[in-house]
């Protein structure tokens, strides 16, 4: 297929627009970001973030970030705010408006309401000398050159830079709070980092009946009927008094018929394995995974404190639990 236009040249065009645009906000970075910040970190309420059209898509972006990051925030859809939803703003809490030209018609009909609440307001917008910029408690410049769109119609670097000026919002305080990957997994319980901070060992562990055991006198050939049954590649061998005493696994029964050991009539405890590494029901799924790879295994058994086997787990239920 003959292509006529150069598209990468429109694209490296595009680029440089939008780059040139978020390093001209560097001179943007001065007091008022500071207070910003600071009103923000200092909110005993919520953070409502609201923008018209494509500025409403990025401050619906930076809500969601805000919110995932340790700043109660949501989205407030303009339009609507002036047909009952202003009733979500309480008087703790602060508003984040944005447009680049400073003149939304949807927003500015808000801001008599905001005022007489004394809701603290801070716009980001392109225009220093818009009537958002100069009824905003604090006012952020996201000015840009020129939009990547050859027809200057387009929102495209000034959405760029709105975007961009959110995110640094949200990081500062992220880090101004001591926000962790901890905390930010309790907010993901359902992503791939909340499955490797949050679950643990117990959440996947088989229990119960599940759990692969025989005894010590228990024939080899019982032992891999157990092994079958789990399906898991081992089985733990225990005492009398239900104590772990080895393992023994399709490794060890390799090494088994390597030596010609009649399966039919050996015990188990003959060729087991005594040294074993296991784990704690309480140990994170991730901590489980770091340890079997170090050791190169496969599987692990979860003793309790009295040293009995408790539950048993391999590679395949960490992958199955989405941890790896």
Avoid: W
């Avoid at 694209?11 to 627009?17: P, S």
């Avoid at 008094?241 to 393992?247: F, N, P």
């Avoid at 009539?265 to 074993?276: D, E, L």
Wanted: with cysteine; net charge negative; glycine share 8%.
């Amino acid at each position: 297929m003959t292509v006529k236009f150069d598209y990468q040249k429109t694209a490296q065009r595009v680029l440089d627009i939008e780059k040139a645009a978020i390093d001209g906000l560097y001179q943007y970075l001065d007091d008022a970001f500071t207070q910003a910040c600071q009103l923000m970190f200092d909110c005993q309420g919520k953070i409502i973030v609201t923008g018209m059209g494509k500025s409403g898509h990025i401050a619906h972006k930076i809500s969601a970030t805000l919110a995932s990051t340790g700043s109660p925030a949501f989205f407030m859809h303009p339009g609507e705010a002036s047909h009952g939803d202003l009733g979500m703003i309480g008087k703790q809490d602060v508003v984040v408006a944005l447009s680049n030209s400073g003149e939304s018609s949807e927003i500015i009909s808000l801001l008599p309401v905001l005022k007489r609440r004394a809701i603290p307001l801070i716009c980001l917008t392109g225009n220093p000398d818009s009537t958002m910029a100069r009824e905003a408690n604090i006012h952020l410049c996201t000015r840009v050159e020129q939009e990547a769109c050859p027809l200057g119609l387009a929102p495209t670097a000034s959405t760029t830079a709105a975007l961009v000026m959110g995110d640094a919002l949200a990081v500062s305080l992220l880090e101004a709070r001591g926000f962790t990957a901890n905390d930010f997994a309790l907010s993901h319980p359902g992503g791939a980092l909340g499955k490797r901070l949050l679950l643990r060992v117990s959440d996947l562990m088989h229990k119960e009946q599940r759990v692969p055991k025989v005894g010590l006198n228990t024939l080899i050939i019982d032992a891999l009927l157990e092994i079958g049954r789990s399906g898991l590649g081992f089985t733990a061998v225990v005492d009398e008094e239900q104590k772990l005493a080895g393992v023994y696994t399709d490794g060890d029964l390799r090494r088994t018929l390597d030596q010609k050991i009649d399966v039919h009539s050996t015990p188990i405890y003959q060729v087991m394995s005594r040294k074993c590494t296991t784990v704690h029901a309480n140990m994170l799924a991730a901590e489980a995974v770091q340890l079997m790879e170090e050791k190169k295994i496969s599987g692990l058994l979860v003793l309790d404190e009295q040293q009995r086997p408790i539950g048993a787990f391999n590679m395949h239920d960490l992958l199955l639990a989405g941890v790896i």
